[in-house]
């Protein structure tokens, strides 16, 4: 037995060196040695070979066969696996690698094809969302902190359409986040702190949110960012509001990229520095095309702050935010076509964004309608529709907006 166990770890060693060196097919056959013996963990990693293609042709279903080999002999890893696979399912698997494109899954396959030699497991999992729930939850009961959550997950929002069971949830999140779980983490600082599906505790919130963060969870990073930068829940403090946006900026948390751009532009809680905060939103634009970071590229391309003033660079920019609906972009694009800054002057075209804008309930775009009508840029002068923009202006101004009201009230008459 000895002699057995020594010439198993000699071979997961071998494996392992195997797979390390890129030897990729060696180290697959050597697991394969090792499942035979029913070793567990050889069973599963050699299912995640057949699932990511390592050493052997990609095959989804011949993974789920290795795989469940190894749930049923108490592989935790394994069982929350074949959770997920069945209970999301996988469908008609066609990203084999290309030369086995050829046995992709068809209506008519020929019958005279190996394809039945190479994919022994057939080419399909079926969502079986009954057999899914059975191994996370076997899973879960052995403590696993991954399945406890995903379980958890289904609990807060009905299993299958079912009813959710609240309490049954916080339990798993509790026992997963026990286990420095910090996605556990997250979720419970999200109900805590938006008070829906519990009753609102900011305290525990913040706890949680600050316990995720400090296990490096990004998103925990991003969260508790800003509600230190706006006071939420926590005194404020912008300081270490920029040094949890730094830490998931490292982890390209995109929405924490453009946070620390906006809070680099304004000079909170670090000295104002536009050309920094044009490369981060260069960064969240690559990220992840934040029309608020194209928007306030553009405008610091149309001042010339932190970057060379550039009128035609600043409406690319506003253009890309305005066509993704976002009104203040559209607004200022309107006004480049208006002015004639960095584009060619044109009244109808200012128009167009302009009512875009004032659609959305853009109260300036609706008096700049307003104005346009009644010095007649889009044709005659036309005071019963420059009322009519000034009504609608009216019908949407908040007390910052009463003094521009007044302005175009006393033109339009």
Request: glycine content about 10%.
């Amino acid at each position: 037995m000895f002699q057995k166990l020594r010439g198993t770890d000699k071979l997961l060693s071998d494996a392992d060196a195997a797979f390390e060196e890129g030897r990729l097919t060696e180290g697959a056959r050597l697991l394969k040695i090792l499942a035979g013996r029913r070793h567990t963990d050889a069973l599963f990693r050699l299912g995640q070979c057949y699932a990511q293609g390592r050493g052997v042709v990609r095959n989804m279903p011949e993974a789920v066969s290795w795989i469940r080999r190894a749930a049923e002999l108490g592989h935790t890893d394994a069982q929350h696996f074949l959770g997920q696979i069945y209970s999301q399912g996988m469908g008609k698997v066609r990203d084999y690698s290309d030369p086995m494109r050829l046995y992709a899954a068809t209506d008519e396959a020929d019958p005279h094809s190996n394809r039945s030699l190479l994919f022994p497991a057939g080419v399909n999992i079926e969502r079986n969302e009954a057999e899914g729930f059975l191994w996370l939850e076997r899973a879960a009961k052995a403590g696993h902190a991954f399945a406890q959550l995903d379980l958890a997950q289904r609990f807060l929002y009905g299993w299958s359409g079912g009813e959710p069971d609240i309490p049954h949830a916080l339990e798993l999140l509790k026992a997963s986040a026990v286990q420095n779980c910090s996605k556990a983490h997250v979720v419970l600082s999200r109900m805590f702190l938006e008070g829906k599906l519990v009753e609102r505790d900011p305290k525990a919130g913040v706890e949680h949110l600050r316990t995720a963060a400090e296990l490096g969870n990004p998103d925990a990073a991003g969260e508790l960012g800003v509600l230190l930068a706006s006071g939420t829940d926590v005194p404020a403090d912008p300081v270490e509001a920029i040094q949890w946006f730094e830490k998931a900026v490292a982890r390209n948390h995109a929405p924490s990229v453009l946070n620390l751009a906006n809070m680099r532009l304004r000079g909170q809680g670090v000295p104002q520095d536009p050309a920094k905060a044009a490369s981060l939103y260069r960064t969240a634009i690559k990220l992840a095309r934040y029309p608020q970071a194209q928007w306030r590229l553009g405008s610091l391309y149309e001042t010339g702050q932190g970057v060379e003033q550039d009128g035609f660079e600043a409406s690319e920019w506003y253009r890309q935010a305005a066509e993704q609906g976002y009104v203040p972009a559209q607004f200022s694009l309107a006004l480049l076509y208006s002015r004639g800054g960095g584009v060619v002057r044109n009244d109808q075209k200012a128009a167009d964004w302009f009512e875009k804008a004032a659609n959305a309930g853009h109260v300036q775009s609706c008096l700049n309608l307003s104005l346009m009508a009644l010095r007649g840029r889009l044709g005659a002068p036309d005071r019963d529709r420059a009322r009519q923009w000034l009504e609608r202006a009216r019908a949407h101004a908040g007390p910052g907006d009463q003094e521009h009201i007044r302005h175009v009230e006393s033109q339009v008459g």
